[in-house]
């Protein structure tokens, strides 16, 4: 372990120095030591190397808003320790860093395991509307509703231990780093390229996952060329903590099979330990959806750039609904307020989304333009302002722009923070 500059990770290393290198990366919400029952059986064969993300597990609140800011980190502080060439086994954003270092730098990754991941997590509203309650309430929604999520309710009731654990994880990471951690989940989607994942990946998924489950597993499976997939009986999403053992076969089968293949110059475990008799590969998956090839080098077209900020902003839900009720006649109309509002101004850097979201509440208030608030407070709470920031804009309204008008804000204001920032059961 070490100090932590803001563009490295914290870290430790377990096992022979002399060992090749395999890197072990965290789910939200957790620490390192969500793999501490795998280290035992690991260390024997390899250098295992994990590290905490920014915020979690006492490591410095430096936050990152992108999986490749977070996998730059990642490199940097391997680099830092002459570790070129590495296999790794990521859980959730975990998996989404390896599968963006397996992309982006293939030459480093020797093997990658991608646990309870998939090529776009949930949606992009679902994570932002997360940030917006852990910015109103904190962690605590977000620790309380845990075990559910990240067990099945056999296990969460006979070890309420591991549980507590697991909610102590939650609860004492870094709220901004968090929120930072649920952006980048947001705007992660590499669907469209899968195909250029080159390097023997084992796709792992308990069977009982709900948050990433066989589903997505099947996807990464299907687009990635040298896949193969792994169920886990009696597990859910954080599988390595709950059938450590499973787990364990499964890492130790695949990377020691991986690095005779890829590291022929780098001393291997001279064995094939046996898979868990119920953890089997499934094949016969179904083909991942194609995305459309990226577009022309150069200065972004303003309407394509105004989709992916509107989108960001508003939220895909909202912005669907608009673009379904598109017709003929006004078909023309969105594609302006596409191209110029979002493309052009909205994207501008002169000021931040922020302040933005504070001059657009204004002056909708102001011209009295309140059918389009309710979106906005939405677009204000997801770039980052609180529900006090809010009421401040609106007061300040209230001055300059009149009482009745400003009233009518408050009651379409209150009711939408109530509804974005009201933890879901």
């Given at each position: 372990m070490?100090?932590?500059?803001?563009?490295?990770?914290?870290?430790?290393?377990d096992?022979?120095?002399d060992?090749?290198?395999?890197?072990?990366?965290?789910?939200?919400?957790?620490t390192w030591?969500?793999?501490?029952?795998?280290?035992?059986?690991?260390t024997?064969?390899?250098?295992?190397?994990?590290?905490?993300?920014?915020?979690?597990?006492?490591?410095?609140?430096?936050?990152?808003?992108?999986?490749?800011e977070?996998?730059?980190r990642?490199?940097?502080?391997?680099?830092?320790?002459g570790?070129?060439?590495?296999?790794?086994?990521?859980?959730?954003?975990?998996?989404?860093?390896g599968a963006?270092?397996?992309l982006?730098?293939?030459h480093r990754?020797?093997?990658?395991?991608l646990?309870?991941?998939?090529?776009?997590?949930a949606?992009?509203?679902?994570f932002?509307?997360?940030?917006?309650?852990?910015?109103?309430?904190?962690?605590?929604?977000?620790?309380?509703?845990?075990p559910?999520?990240?067990?099945?309710p056999?296990f969460?009731?006979a070890?309420p231990?591991?549980v507590?654990?697991?909610?102590?994880?939650v609860?004492?990471?870094?709220?901004?780093?968090?929120?930072?951690?649920?952006?980048?989940?947001a705007?992660?989607?590499?669907r469209?390229?899968?195909?250029?994942?080159?390097?023997?990946t084992l796709v792992?998924?308990?069977?009982?996952?709900?948050?990433?489950?066989?589903?997505?597993a099947?996807?990464l499976?299907?687009?990635?060329?040298?896949a193969?997939?792994?169920?886990?009986?009696?597990a859910?999403?954080l599988?390595p903590?709950?059938?450590?053992a499973a787990?364990?076969?499964l890492?130790?089968t695949?990377?020691?099979?991986?690095w005779?293949?890829t590291l022929?110059?780098?001393?291997v475990?001279?064995?094939?330990?046996?898979?868990s008799a119920?953890?089997?590969?499934i094949?016969?998956?179904?083909?991942?959806?194609?995305?459309?090839?990226?577009?022309a080098?150069?200065r972004?077209?303003?309407?394509?750039?105004g989709m992916?900020?509107?989108?960001?902003?508003?939220?895909?839900?909202?912005?669907?609904?608009?673009?379904a009720?598109?017709d003929?006649?006004?078909?023309?109309?969105?594609?302006l307020?596409?191209?110029?509002?979002?493309g052009?101004?909205?994207?501008?850097?002169?000021l931040?989304?922020?302040?933005?979201?504070?001059?657009?509440?204004?002056?909708?208030?102001?011209?009295g333009?309140?059918e389009?608030?309710a979106?906005?407070?939405?677009?204000?709470?997801?770039?980052?302002l609180?529900?006090?920031?809010?009421?401040?804009?609106?007061?300040?309204?209230a001055v300059y722009?009149?009482?009745?008008?400003a009233?009518?804000?408050?009651s379409?204001?209150r009711?939408?923070i109530q509804?974005?920032?009201?933890?879901?059961?």
């Open positions: 070490s100090e932590t500059p803001p563009n490295t990770l914290q870290y430790r290393f096992g022979p120095e060992a090749p290198t395999l890197v072990l990366g965290p789910y939200l919400g957790t030591h969500m793999w501490d029952r795998q280290i035992p059986e690991l024997q064969h390899w250098r295992v190397f994990r590290f905490d993300l920014p915020g979690h597990g006492g490591a410095p609140a430096h936050p990152a808003t992108a999986v490749s977070l996998s730059d990642l490199l940097a502080t391997l680099d830092g320790h570790v070129q060439r590495f296999g790794y086994a990521g859980c959730s954003i975990g998996g989404a860093i963006d270092l397996a982006r730098h293939p990754v020797a093997s990658l395991a646990v309870a991941a998939s090529p776009r997590f949606s992009a509203d679902e932002r509307r997360r940030g917006v309650v852990v910015r109103t309430n904190g962690l605590e929604p977000m620790a309380r509703t845990a559910e999520r990240w067990f099945t056999g969460a009731a070890q231990a591991i507590e654990w697991a909610v102590q994880m609860r004492t990471t870094d709220p901004g780093c968090y929120i930072a951690a649920c952006e980048a989940l705007a992660f989607d590499i469209g390229e899968l195909g250029r994942i080159t390097v023997p792992l998924v308990g069977a009982e996952d709900r948050v990433t489950g066989p589903g997505d099947r996807t499976v299907a687009g990635i060329p040298d193969r997939l792994a169920l886990v009986p009696g859910s999403h599988a903590v709950e059938q450590p787990v364990t076969d890492l130790l695949h990377f020691s099979a991986a005779q293949d022929a110059a780098i001393p475990p001279p064995f094939a330990p046996q898979l119920p953890v089997l590969p094949a016969e998956i179904t083909a991942a959806a194609p995305r459309p090839e990226p577009g080098t150069g972004a077209d303003p309407y394509e750039l992916k900020v509107r989108r960001e902003v508003l939220g895909d839900a909202h912005v669907d609904r608009v673009m009720a598109s003929e006649f006004t078909g023309d109309f969105q594609e307020v596409t191209r110029y509002a979002w052009e101004v909205w994207a501008r850097e002169g931040d989304r922020r302040t933005r979201s504070c001059v657009t509440l204004t002056g909708l208030v102001t011209s333009h309140l389009s608030l979106a906005h407070v939405r677009a204000a709470l997801r770039n980052g609180t529900p006090a920031e809010i009421k401040e804009v609106l007061m300040q309204t722009c009149g009482v009745p008008a009233s009518a804000a408050f379409i204001a009711t939408v509804e974005e920032t009201t933890p879901c059961p």
